[in-house]
C-alpha cells in the first residue's frame, strides 16, 4: 500500500502513518446541486482517496471541506425514505420499552427533519434534536420535534446539558462518518449523556464497504469509515466504553454501536467479540486486508459503463433514479454524463430543477418516468432496493426495467420481480 503524502497524519491517533486504499479522482461535494444559471460556472473538483491509518486501523480521507460547507442548508432529507423512517419508529418503540425510564430525556444529535424524534415527541418523551442545518430544523419543528440548530461541539454539549439536563439516550445516526474533529465529537457526546445512559451510534461498517467494495458510500461529507476495532478506539479516547453492537442491514450494512460512560456498571454484550471476529476473518486487523478494494471497484465502473454504452447504442433511453449522495460518486468516477443517463428523478422538490453535481445531470420529478417511460433506469441508491422496486413496479408495464450497479450488476423486472445477471 503506497504511503501517504507527508503532513497528513489520522485524525483520531495523529500518526502520519497513512497508506493508500482507494483513489477515486477528483468530484465536487455531493450535495452541491446546481441551478441552471451556475452551469458556465466552475465546480470544485476535490480529491476523493481513501486511506488506513496503519496503527489505529481508521479509514479516512482528508477533511477538504468543513461541516459549515456541508450542513447549513443541506439538500438531504431523512423522511423521504420511507423505510428509514420505520426503521427510526422500531428503534424508538423498543428504546422506550427496554431503556427510557418514565421520566426520560432524549437527544439526537444530527435529528435532519424530525425522522425519528417525531415518534419520541408522539409518546411524550422530553426529547430534543441538536441540527445544524436551517432547513431540516425547520422541518423538524414543523413535525413537532424541539431542535437547537447548531453543530454539536464541547460549547453545544455543555450548553445543552446545563439547559436540560443529561440525557438517557443520546442518538448520533449516520453522523459520526462526517465529522472531521471525530475526537471532539465523541467526547461531546460524551458530555451530554448521563451517568446511568447509553450512547446509540449507528453508522455504515466498513465490513461492507470492503467486502462488497460500495465506494459509493466515500464521498467528502464522510471524513471517516467505521470498524468495531477502530470505534472502540475513538470511544475510549473519549471516555467511553463499547458494550454491544447490532449488524444493520441499512446502507448496505451498517452497524449499531451502544455506548456507556467508562465508570458504567453495563456488561459487555458477547455480539463484540463476535463482530471484532468478523472483522478479523476478512482480514481489517491489517493493512493487507484492505488491497482487494480498487480492483474489485475498477469492475464495478467498468461493468457499468458497458451496459450504459450498449443501451446506447441500442437507442434505448436511459434514466436515473434518486439523486443520492452514493449516486454522484458512482456517476462521476465512472464518467457518466447526461449522453449516458438522460436524468434524474427524485422525490425531494428540493432538488427538482437542478443539476447533478460533476455530471450536470438534470435532476426532474418522479413524474417525469411515467411521462417519458424509459427503457432503463438506473437506481443510485441501491441500498434501498426493496422500498424503490416497490415504487418502480409499475415500469414494467412498458416493458421498463431497473438496473443496480451494486453489489453485482443487476437488471430487474420489477413487475415479475426476476433478476437477470447482466456481467
Known amino acids: 500500500m503506497t504511503p501517504a503524502p507527508a503532513g497528513l ?61 456541508n450542513f447549513t442548508d443541506y439538500a438531504y432529507y431523512s423522511s423521504f425514505s420511507s423505510s428509514w423512517v420505520a426503521h427510526a ?30 415518534h419520541v415527541a408522539a409518546r411524550g418523551i422530553r426529547c430534543l434534536g441538536i441540527e445544524p442545518s436551517e432547513n431540516c430544523s425547520d422541518a423538524a419543528r414543523r413535525r413537532g420535534v424541539p431542535v437547537h440548530t447548531a453543530f454539536l461541539d464541547k460549547a453545544t454539549a455543555e450548553r445543552v446539558r446545563a439547559e436540560h ?11 459520526w462518518a462526517h465529522v472531521p474533529d471525530v475526537v471532539g465529537f465523541t467526547r461531546a457526546l ?23 467494495a460500495q465506494f459509493d458510500t466515500i464521498y467528502h ?32 450494512g451498517s452497524i449499531r454501536l451502544w455506548a456507556v460512560p467508562a465508570a458504567s456498571d453495563v456488561p459487555v454484550s458477547g455480539a463484540v467479540a463476535r463482530v471484532r471476529q468478523l472483522e478479523r476473518t476478512a482480514g481489517l486487523d491489517t493493512p493487507a486486508g484492505y488491497q482487494g478494494l480498487a480492483p474489485a471497484v475498477g469492475q464495478i465502473r467498468d461493468g457499468l459503463l458497458r451496459l450504459l454504452l450498449d ?3 441500442a437507442g434505448q433511453r436511459v434514466v436515473g433514479y434518486g439523486a443520492a449522495g452514493k449516486g454522484q460518486t458512482l456517476l462521476n468516477y465512472a464518467g457518466v454524463r447526461p449522453d449516458l443517463l438522460a436524468w434524474i428523478a427524485d422525490k425531494n422538490p428540493y432538488k427538482h430543477g437542478r443539476y447533478a453535481p460533476g455530471t450536470r445531470i438534470p435532476v426532474v420529478d418522479v413524474d417525469r418516468i411515467e411521462q417519458e417511460r424509459p427503457d432503463l433506469i ?9 422500498e424503490i422496486t416497490g ?10 426495467r431497473l438496473v443496480f450497479a451494486q453489489p453485482r450488476l443487476t437488471v430487474i423486472d420489477p413487475g415479475a420481480a426476476a433478476i437477470e445477471g447482466a456481467a
Open 311 to 313: 443501451a446506447r447504442a
Open 165 to 175: 439536563g443529561p440525557a438517557d439516550l443520546v442518538i448520533a445516526n449516520n453522523v
Open 378 to 386: 438506473l437506481v443510485l441508491p441501491w441500498n434501498l432496493r426493496e
Open 221 to 252: 461529507e464522510h471524513f471517516q469509515y467505521w470498524t468495531v476495532l477502530a470505534a472502540e478506539r475513538a470511544l475510549a479516547v473519549a471516555g467511553l466504553r463499547l458494550v454491544d453492537v447490532e449488524l444493520l442491514p441499512t446502507h448496505g
Open 391 to 400: 415504487q418502480l413496479s409499475g415500469v414494467g408495464r412498458w416493458g421498463g
Open 190 to 212: 460524551a458530555t451530554l449523556v448521563a451517568e446511568h445512559g447509553r450512547i446509540s451510534i449507528e453508522v455504515h461498517h466498513a465490513l461492507s464497504l470492503v467486502r462488497d
Open 89 to 118: 419508529r422500531r428503534f424508538v418503540e423498543r428504546a422506550a420499552r427496554e431503556l427510557l425510564p418514565a421520566d426520560a430525556f432524549v437527544v439526537e444529535v444530527a435529528a435532519n427533519d424530525g425522522y425519528l424524534l417525531q
Open 9 to 69: 497524519t489520522c485524525r483520531l491517533c495523529g500518526r502520519a502513518d497513512l497508506r493508500s486504499v482507494l483513489d477515486l479522482g477528483a468530484a465536487p461535494p455531493c450535495q452541491r446541486f446546481m441551478t441552471a444559471d451556475q452551469l458556465d460556472e466552475p465546480e470544485p473538483g476535490l480529491p476523493l482517496h481513501l486511506r488506513l491509518c496503519a496503527d489505529c486501523l481508521l479509514l479516512q480521507i482528508p477533511p477538504l471541506l468543513s461541516p459549515a460547507d
